[in-house]
């Protein structure tokens, strides 16, 4: 069944299965077939038969949020059983008979677990008084989804879903260092994000999954789950370098950067040759490569050759492409995002959110995918990111050709690797790279020479490369996927350097004073609100173990958030960027610390900026230098000592985080 039907002896059809086959084949089957075995007897369904699909105009509501009882019995990896005898109760005798038949041939009642060993023998027993013997009929996708939307799954489609949850494995990822708290949030998100599906795509999701074959890993589970639901794949790439996840389930989301797999280079080919025309692709003399080069959440990149229009030059090339179901189900997902943000904003205190930046976490999401698909918007950004690093030897930015589309970005080719797979096993190389990349997306970000600095918002693995085969330039980095790009004024650069003096130093007062900068509408006036907002600051500035510069700015702005405050959109943004960054500075180089490091750089332009600095030793107050500091700054720096924390002790080595850890403290020479 479904191809996954053990090979059992004729003599004893009923040989137990292991565990982990039960857990990862067997019992997804079940959420697919559910709804399938009353209509087995009409036998196979050709493609040509298959309805169009049909909306559910009425349905249970799943009751959310979960109460805390739920989770006594159902914990992470925790059987479905339970909730499978359930579904069955639903159900009459005939039905039931059909699906039993299912549920044996999957083997799923064949595992011998003491947890649920009664409910193991109830559905043994009432197969076996039903006659049932294993079937081995076997049934394809298309005739399984088919079936599927013929049937009316509204009176249990509740059960269905908790089922379909508890048995994905998702459940499994959760750290056991996370508590108690994120099990709930995750449960409940994924319930109401599976509810709010239309239904085609939760029968598509339901026998996507069923139809994995034996020894599946849970990463691949945990892939398929998010196959084609673009949203929750940019929520597995943000928690993709997450050191508390499990190295299996860390590279299963490291693999939604460029691994996935939803469309055949035929159809990719097709929608491009329609979305730009053909006479324009034969003026360009285009030759598609034969498979697709890469594929993330929103986009896929197929290569090519071209000879623009009045050259001969035959030049590589990559067309990325927005792909046409994104452009149908991202809708969907935005409305879902919302829904999820109002739903966890109304039930803030039930699931503990405290701090906690959840609902701006959503809101996030759903700005980046919403960029990623203004196709136009982002050539734009190129063109300019091309132009502003034209004379950089540290940086390269694809040209855009001129055939571009509202879907479809013709650019240039760039030959490279993940930024963390540069110089694979060279530890030297590699910490080189990893001082490169700070370079590159911090320090000539926040020190720029012009007034206006831009940066690559979204500076994830995928989207930073590690440029190949130029041995004269051999740490060369190329900056792709410009969906989001920050604009950084000087004056908001200044204000960043001040926030990370004021957590350098501990210094409350410098923190209140520059908090505005961090706000849309500044600092607000009333004593009330100015009272939280310095309560917050008190916390920030209290010793915490492992906590950089970076880490405790964002901190920071979550506080200002979770107050109801609108903060700047840049420097939110940079301070988001520079999380990401420092999960690829501990992949690259685990002993860099990025605040060490920037230090040493702004020491290095703090020198060089002496003879003028002397010059103009009565503007104390000035900051008119590239480092952005004054000499007032300095002296604080200098002779500032922030009070030393009497504990913890030093935290072991494997417990430091991305290295962000170290203080930001001047030791400019006069």
Known sequence: MFSLLSKRSEENPWRPLSITRARRAGSLVICAVLFLTPFLVLGPISRAEIPQPTRQTSRKEIPLPTPRSHYEQYKPGASGLPLLMALLKEFNPEIQKVLLDFAKASGLQDVSMADVEAELKKLQSLAEGAGIKPSTAPISKEQAVALLKKVDFTPVRPLLLEFFVHQSQVLNMIPASWGGIVGPILHDSLLYFLDHLSDDRLVDKLVGLALLPPGTGRGEYLKEFVSKIPSLQKLGQIMARNPDLAPDYRKALQDLEQGIHTMTRDELVEFITKDIGKPALD??????????????????????????????????????????????????????????ATFFTVNHDFFQLGTMPLVDMFREIRRSLTSEIN????????????????????????????????????????????????????????????????????????????????????????????????????????????????????????????????????????????????????????????????????????????????????????????????????????????????????????????????????????????????????????????????????????????????????????????????????????
Not at 286 to 310: H, M, N, W, Y
């Open 283 to 340: 003026n360009y003399q285009v030759q598609f490569a034969d498979k697709i080069l890469a594929e993330a959440s929103v986009g896929a990149v197929i290569r090519a050759k071209c000879t623009p229009p009045g050259t001969t030059k035959q030049r590589e090339a990559i067309c990325k492409v927005v792909k046409p179901y994104v452009l149908v189900y991202l809708p969907e997902d935005l409305a879902i995002i919302d829904g999820l």
């Open 375 to 670: 196709v136009r918007d982002e050539q734009k950004n190129f063109i300019r990111a091309r132009e502003y690093y034209k004379n950089s030897k540290k940086v390269l930015v694809p040209e855009v050709f001129p055939i571009s589309t509202d879907h479809v970005s013709f650019m240039e080719f760039v030959q490279g690797e993940k930024i963390t797979s540069a110089f694979p096993g060279d530890t030297k190389q590699r910490a080189i790279m990893a001082k490169r990349l700070t370079d590159v997306l911090t320090t000539d970000v926040i020190f720029a020479s012009k007034d206006v600095a831009i940066f690559h918002g979204d500076p994830h693995p995928g989207n930073v490369y590690h440029l190949t085969g130029d041995p004269k330039n051999p740490y060369k980095i190329a900056l792709l996927d410009w969906g989001l790009m920050g604009t950084f004024p000087r004056e908001e650069r200044v204000a960043l350097m001040q926030l990370m003096i004021g957590v350098q130093l501990r210094d409350a007062k410098r923190l209140h004073k520059y908090a505005g900068a961090l706000l849309d509408k500044g600092m607000p006036t009333e004593p009330e609100k100015v009272q939280k907002i310095d309560a917050l600051i008190a916390e920030i500035v209290k010793p915490k173990e492992g906590r950089g510069n970076f880490v405790a700015l964002q901190e920071l702005l979550f506080g200002l958030i979770e107050q109801g405050y609108a903060t700047k959109f840049t420097l939110n943004l940079f301070i988001k960027s520079q999380i990401t960054i420092a999960g690829e500075l501990v992949e690259l180089d685990p002993t860099l610390k990025q605040d060490e490091y920037i230090t040493q750089q702004v020491t290095a332009m703090v020198k060089k900026e002496l003879p003028k600095r002397l010059l103009l030793l009565p503007a104390w107050n000035y900051r008119g230098y590239r480092s952005l500091l004054s000499n007032a700054d300095i002296m604080s720096m200098t002779r500032g000592k922030p009070k030393k924390p009497k504990e913890p002790k030093e935290a072991p080595a494997k417990t430091v985080p991305a290295k962000t850890v170290s203080t930001l403290r001047i030791q400019a020479q006069y």
